[in-house]
C-alpha cells in the first residue's frame, strides 16, 4: 500500500508540473561554462531544484536511519555481551563465595579470555592467589587490574599486594598517589601512616598522621592524638640515637604538647635531660609527671636519682607521699617496701610486705623479700618457707601490666603495649 500511494503522488506530481509548464512558457538562460549554456523552462528549473532537494533531503534521512540502526545494533550486541561477562563473573563470585575456589578460578579465567582487561575478575583472582599463599600470583592479579582501573579502592588492593610481597617502597609510592588525588583520603592515610610506623620511618609517618588529625571525626581525635604524640616520641627516640639530644629533647617536648599525660616522652625527656647534665630539670620534669598520674616508672626515676645523690629520706618521702595518694594501690605500698629493705629499715619493711601480701598472696617477690628479711633476722625456718613459697610461683618478679587499650598482660611496663602496639596504654 505504501508503495502503491507513492506511486500515485508521483504521477499526480507530474501531471502538476506538466501543466504548471504549459501555463508558464517563460525561458531563462543557464550557463554553466564557456560552451555549456541552456534555455530552460522556468518552471522546470524551480521544480528541478525542488526535487533536487527533496532527494538529498530523502537521501541524508536514510543515512541517518542507517547510521542509527547501525549504532543500535552495536549497542545491543556490547549489552548482550557485557551481560555475559556480568553472568560470567557472578558465576565465579558466587563458587568463590561457596568456597568452590577452583570453580570460581575457572569462571574468572574463561572471563578473562573473553576481556582481558576485566579488572573485576583480575582483583578476584588476586583474593584466591592470596587465599593459597601464593603472594607473587596476587601481586600479578592486583596490577593486572590496576592497568583497567585506577580508582583509589583498586590503588589501595595493589599496594597491599606489594606489601605482602615485602615491596613496601612500592607500596608506599602507590600511598602517595592515591593521596595526591585525594589529599583527605583517610584510608590511604591511615594505611601510609601504619606501613611507615612499621619500616620505622617516622619522618614519613608525621605528615600523614597530622593530616588524619586534622581530617579525622571528632569520636576519632583522641586516638589519632596518641598516634600523633608516639611518632613524635619515636622520632626523639631516634634523635637520640643519632646523637642529637638537642633535636631529642624537642621532639619528646612535642609529644607532651599533643598529649600531656604520655608517659613515655615524660621519662625520655628527663633522661635526656639527666644525660645532659641537667638533673635538676629532670627532676622537675618527672615530678609534673607524677603530679599528673601515679606511674611506678616515674616512681622509679626519681627514686634512682634521689639514690644516686645520697638522699635516703627523700626516697622514702617519694613512697610514703604517694601510699597515702593511693592506699589500695599495691605496686606503690611494694615500692615503699622495698625501700625500707634497701635501706635495711627490716622492720618497716616486713611490716609492709606483709600488709600487701594479704592482698596478693601470690606475688613471688613478696616471699622474696620476707625470705631475706627473715634470713637477716637470722630466722631460717621462716625463711626457707618463704623463698619456697617464692620458687613455687610461676609469675614474674616484676609488677605485672595489663594494656588498657586489648587487655592484654604484661609482665613489665613498656613504652608500648607488645600485643596491640599501641603507645601508654600498659598500666598495674
Known sequence: ?????????????GILVAYLTS???????????????????????????????????????????????????QTARGARRTAALGELYHQGLDAQLAGRWAQAQTAYEELLRREPGYAEAHARLAELARGRGDVQGALVHQLQALRADERPETLLAAAEAYRRAGRQDDALGIYRDVLAREPEHLTALRALRELAAELGRWADALPAQERLLRHAPAQERAEEQAWLAGIHYELGRARAAEGNPQAAVAAFREALRVQPDFLPAVLALGDAQLKGGEAAQALRVWERGLERQLALPLLSRIEQLHRSEGRPTKMIALYQQAAARAPENLAVALGLARVYFE????????????????????????????GTIFERRGQVPQAFEEYRRALRSTASFEWPHRCAGCGAASPRWGDRCPSCRRWNTLGP
Open 23 to 73: 501555463l508558464n512558457t517563460a525561458r531563462i538562460h543557464v550557463a554553466l561554462g564557456p560552451a555549456w549554456d541552456y534555455d530552460l523552462p522556468l518552471m522546470a528549473l524551480l521544480l528541478g531544484a525542488f526535487l533536487l532537494g527533496a532527494a538529498l533531503a530523502i537521501l541524508f534521512g536514510v543515512v541517518r536511519d542507517l547510521s542509527r540502526a547501525y549504532r543500535d545494533h
Open 343 to 370: 635501706l635495711s629499715m627490716l622492720d618497716e619493711a616486713a611490716d609492709q610486705f606483709q600488709k600487701i601480701e594479704v592482698q596478693a598472696p601470690d606475688l613471688p617477690s613478696i616471699h622474696a623479700y620476707l
Open 1 to 13: 500500500m505504501p508503495i502503491r500511494l507513492a506511486l500515485l503522488l508521483l504521477l499526480l506530481f
